[in-house]
């Protein structure tokens, strides 16, 4: 893996130390050079968009061969939150009817189902207190004949647990209950198989380990899903159409497409799709996504080995089977612990359970020395750990 850090200029610097890629990846090279294309053509082309949206469709196909699932059963969005809210304004429901999620679950998925109070949807949420882990019985005790879905993240952003959606889905989906998956912080980091998982729904930004610019996300519906969702999109546009005229001329007969192409839009963000392109030729086919796996959670041993002998925990469980590969929560939560990152170029983020440190493809282990040494002034110079 050393070979491909050369292509992350951010991380291949010997001043910063960057561990933060569940915020945002710094880009790569092979990235870079896509976009490089793009605004050449942008620049000097006549009618590069054509061949934008040719690159936009092999990456459609692309990431639907990644998520092992039909192509046409994937579109894209805006983001995560577009994604989400497609779903959640279009499966009907009877006022007393309810949903089920975690009291942590991120908010972008949470308020987008407390928005539907107002229409008779009851929200319950699932108290953690504390648990880093969730499967089909975290969600049992609340789940009854008027459930009509169950929301929640593969990977939680503040925690690093990775959750059971196969068992969750294995569960419920057999009751008629749906279960809408956010992937966000997987896709780009693991072998993923919705098929294998079945979920109803996932929805996810490809800014994360995927690296791509912002603006643009993924929704998947399972085909057999769609039949049971209102007929109307709650976004209508041309691309959302069976059976556009030719002439743009809107015809009255409305016909949506029947696969999940209904939800899609004709025009997105074709440097984020070109960018998107890219990483996918990069991640997926070069390096693999099982040999990416692999070198994080090498990483992340790594850094709970050389962690111990200074006392500091990391949240959540030790099972591989249970917690991100990338994705760490270090028990720091005193607030003096933001300074001294900065102040040593440690590039991090800061939650409520503590210091997420999250690894890309490009770290390595002098990256985990740098960290722990980091984290071993500290605490001699007197910062607290809480």
Avoid at 7 to 13: F, G, S, Y
Wanted: net charge neutral.
């Amino acid at each position: 893996m050393e070979k491909y850090r050369t292509l992350v200029p951010v991380a291949a610097r010997d001043d910063v130390t960057y561990l933060n890629a569940s915020f945002q990846p710094p880009m790569n090279l092979r990235v870079r050079a896509a976009l490089d294309t793009f605004l050449d053509q942008a620049v000097h082309e006549t009618h590069p968009k054509p061949g934008w949206q040719g690159t936009a469709q092999q990456a459609q196909a692309g990431l639907a061969a990644y998520l092992k699932v039909p192509t046409e059963s994937v579109v894209f969005t805006r983001d995560t939150t577009e994604g989400l809210n497609l779903f959640q304004r279009s499966i009907p429901f009877q006022q007393g009817d309810n949903v089920v999620v975690l009291d942590s679950e991120h908010p972008n998925h949470a308020y987008g189902w407390l928005g539907l109070i107002d229409k008779g949807l009851e929200v319950r949420r699932v108290e953690t207190n504390g648990d880093t882990f969730a499967n089909a019985e975290t969600y049992a005790p609340l789940v009854d004949s008027q459930t009509i879905a169950i929301g929640l993240s593969s990977i939680m952003f503040h925690s690093g647990q990775m959750n059971d959606i196969k068992d969750i889905c294995e569960r419920f989906r057999p009751q008629g209950i749906h279960v809408l998956v956010d992937i966000t912080q997987h896709v780009g980091v693991a072998p993923i198989d919705l098929t294998s998982w079945g979920v109803s729904v996932a929805a996810f930004g490809l800014h994360k380990g995927m690296g791509c610019l912002g603006g643009l996300g993924g929704l998947y519906i399972h085909p057999d899903v769609l039949p049971s969702l209102k007929g109307t999109p709650p976004i209508v546009g041309a691309g959302s159409i069976a059976n556009l005229p030719a002439s743009l001329v809107a015809n009255p007969d409305v016909q949506y497409h029947p696969s999940t192409q209904r939800y899609g839009h004709l025009n997105i963000s074709f440097i984020s799709a070109i960018s998107l392109n890219a990483s996918l030729k990069f991640l997926a086919k070069e390096i693999g996504m099982q040999r990416i796996e692999s070198h994080l959670r090498s990483l992340g041993r790594e850094m709970a080995i050389q962690l111990k002998p200074l006392g500091v925990e990391i949240v959540g469980s030790e099972r591989a089977d249970r917690r991100a590969p990338h994705l760490y929560i270090l028990k720091l939560l005193h607030p003096d612990w933001v300074d001294h990152f900065q102040k040593e170029n440690i590039i991090v983020s800061h939650y409520r359970c503590g210091v997420r440190v999250s690894f890309g493809f490009y770290n390595n282990l002098s990256d985990v020395r740098s960290l722990v040494a980091s984290i071993e002034r500290g605490l001699k110079n007197g910062v607290p750990r809480n």
